[in-house]
C-alpha cells in the first residue's frame, strides 16, 4: 500500500521590507567567501587550527574551476630543475585529487606513503612512460579527473569541521567603517548575515573586496572552452591498454590564456560585467558546438554515438578575470628575486626554474581591512598573474591566508596589522618554504 504522505501548508509571505530583508545572523572567527581550491585550503587551514569557520560556495561542489571548471591538470610544485617549492596543503591536495580517480605522479617524487603499497609496479610506471622525455612528466604535478578530486576535498572539508555553506550566493559585504564585519548571503533560507572576525574573498572575481570599496583591476577575455568527450577512438584504446584513464577525456576551442587560438569574430567578455558573462559562456559553447560538428562531420551516421560531448563546464572559465590592487604585488620582474615579506614560493609552468616569492601584501586589500584576498584573484603584475593563478599557486595563497586569518584572530588584530614576520614564523612552522636560497 502506498502511505499517503502529508502535504505541508506553507503560508505566503510578504514580500519583505528592504530595510528588514536579514532573516537570521550568524558569527564565526572567519568567513571564506568562494569554495574554489584557494578558498578550500583557506577553510581547511583555519578549521584545523581550532577556530569557529564558516566557507560559502554559490555552487555544489568545492574546487571552483578545478572541478565545477573541468580544469584537469595540478601544475607543478616544483621548479623543473629538480626542487621542489611549493609545501603545505597545496601539496596535500594534489595527492587528494588523484585519491578516487586516475593520476600519478611521477616515480621520482613519490613518496612510499603516497603510492601505498598495493598499487602494481606496472600501474605505476605506465605514467612515467607515458611523459618519458617530456619536461612536464618529469615535474612534480599530476592529471586529475575533476569529480574524482570533486569527492575526495567532500571528504578533507567534512574532516575540517569548518561549517559548510554550498548552494549560497554572497551578496553584499557588512562594513563597520572601512572594515568588513560579514557578508550577507542568500540561500534557499533567504537572507542570512555572516559575521566574522576576519573575512577571506576567495571568490576568483575579488567580488568581495570590490563591493566593500578596494580598488581593483579588471581583465577582459576572448572565449574559449574545456570540454570532456567520449570517443570510440578513445573506447578502444582503453580495451586494448587495460586502463580507463582516458576514456573520458579533455578536448578544447578558443583561446588560451595569452589569447593564442583566437581566431576573430568575438570580442572580449568581462567576468565582472553580468550580462558579458552569459555572453562569454554562450559563445565558448558555441565554439564546442562547432567543434563536435568538425568532429562528427568525417564519421558517417555512427559519428554522434562515436563521439560526444561528456560534460560541459557549470562555471564560466575565466582565467583571470578581476584582481585587488595588493599592499604589494607579486611582479613580472621580480621572478628568481628575493622578496623579505615571502610567505611562500611559486613556480611557473611552462618554464623551467622560473619562481616567484609571494609578499604577505599581496594578499591585502587596499583602502578595505578585516579582509585577505586570495588565489586568482591576489595581486600580481603582467605574467606574474599567469602564474599565481595557477592551482598549486591557489591553494597556497588560500593556506597562507587562513594562517594570517588565524593569527589575526588569536591576537583580536586584523592582518593588516600583522607583522609579516609573524606570518612567515607561522608558515615556515607549516612547511611552507619562503625563499629562493
Ligand atoms: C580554461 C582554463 C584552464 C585552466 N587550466 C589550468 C591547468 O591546466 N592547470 C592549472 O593549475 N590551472 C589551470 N587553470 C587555472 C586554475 O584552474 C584556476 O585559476 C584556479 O583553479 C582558481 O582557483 P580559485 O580558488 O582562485 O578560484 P575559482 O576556482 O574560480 O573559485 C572561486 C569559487 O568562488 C565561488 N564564488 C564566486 N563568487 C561567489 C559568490 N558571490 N558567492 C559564493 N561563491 C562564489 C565560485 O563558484 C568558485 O567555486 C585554468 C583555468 C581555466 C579557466
Redesign the pocket.
Known amino acids: 500500500m502506498i502511505k499517503k504522505t502529508k502535504k505541508r501548508r506553507v503560508a505566503a509571505r510578504p514580500a519583505q521590507n528592504p530595510r528588514s530583508h536579514i532573516q537570521a545572523q550568524k558569527r564565526y572567527d572567519v568567513l571564506i ?7 578550500v585550503a583557506a577553510a581547511l587551514e583555519t578549521a584545523r587550527a581550532g577556530l569557529r569557520v564558516a566557507i ?4 555544489i561542489l568545492w ?4 572541478t ?2 573541468l ?5 607543478p610544485l616544483c621548479d623543473g630543475k629538480g626542487r621542489q617549492v611549493t609545501f603545505g596543503i597545496s601539496e596535500e591536495l594534489l595527492h587528494r585529487s588523484i585519491r578516487y580517480g586516475p593520476g600519478r605522479v611521477p616515480q621520482r617524487w613519490r613518496k612510499k606513503e603516497q603510492t601505498g603499497p598495493d598499487t602494481p609496479a606496472d600501474e605505476l610506471a605506465k605514467h612515467d612512460e607515458l611523459y618519458a622525455g617530456s619536461n612536464m612528466g618529469e615535474r612534480y604535478m599530476t592529471v586529475f579527473s575533476p569529480m574524482a578530486f570533486a569527492l575526495a576535498i567532500d571528504e578533507a572539508m567534512e574532516e575540517s569541521g569548518a561549517e559548510l555553506w554550498l548552494d ?4 553584499t559585504p557588512i562594513m563597520a567603517g572601512q572594515t568588513v564585519s560579514g557578508v550577507e ?1 542568500e540561500n534557499k533560507s533567504g537572507r542570512i548575515a555572516l559575521m566574522a572576525k576576519c573575512v577571506i574573498d ?4 575579488a ?1 568581495i573586496a570590490f563591493r566593500a570599496g578596494a580598488p581593483c583591476t579588471d581583465n577582459p577575455l576572448f572565449p ?1 572552452i ?1 570540454y570532456q568527450y567520449v570517443s570510440l577512438a578513445l573506447a578502444r584504446e582503453a580495451g586494448e591498454k587495460g586502463s580507463a584513464r582516458r576514456v573520458v577525456t579533455f578536448g ?1 576551442n578558443g583561446a588560451n590564456e595569452m589569447g593564442v587560438g583566437y581566431h576573430g569574430g568575438t570580442k572580449k567578455y568581462s567576468a565582472t560585467d553580468g550580462k558579458d558573462v552569459s555572453e562569454f559562456v554562450m559563445q565558448s559553447r558555441r565554439l564546442a558546438r562547432l567543434h563536435f560538428a568538425e568532429k562528427q562531420k568525417t564519421g558517417g551516421q555512427t559519428s554522434r554515438e562515436n563521439c560526444y560531448p561528456a560534460a560541459l563546464p557549470a ?1 564560466a ?3 583571470m578575470s578581476r584582481m585587488i590592487d595588493g599592499q604589494e604585488t607579486v611582479m613580472a620582474n621580480r621572478c628568481n628575486q628575493r622578496c623579505e615579506t615571502s610567505v611562500g614560493l611559486i613556480a611557473d ?1 611552462r618554464k623551467v626554474d622560473a619562481v616567484w616569492e609571494i609578499p604577505y601584501g599581496s594578499l591585502l586589500p587596499r583602502k578595505v581591512e578585516g579582509l585577505l584576498a ?4 591576489m595581486a600580481a603584475e603582467g605574467y606574474a598573474w599567469q602564474v599565481t ?4 599557486a ?1 591553494a597556497l595563497t ?1 593556506q597562507v591566508a587562513g594562517i594570517a586569518a588565524t593569527l589575526a584572530v588569536q591576537r583580536e588584530t586584523q592582518p593588516h596589522s600583522l607583522m609579516p614576520a609573524d606570518v612567515q614564523r607561522q608558515a615556515q612552522a607549516k612547511g611552507i618554504c619562503l625563499h629562493i636560497s
Do not use: W
Request: charged share 15%; proline share 4%.
Open positions: 567567501v568562494g569554495g574554489g581550491l584557494a578558498g560559502v560556495e554559490k555552487t574546487g571552483g574551476l578545478a565545477t571548471g580544469v584537469p591538470l595540478y601544475m549560497t550566493l554572497a551578496c548571503v576567495a571568490t576568483g572575481d567580488d574559449s574545456l578544447g562555471m572559465q575565466f582565467r609552468c586570495v588565489g586568482r584573484c593563478r595557477l592551482i598549486p591557489v588560500g
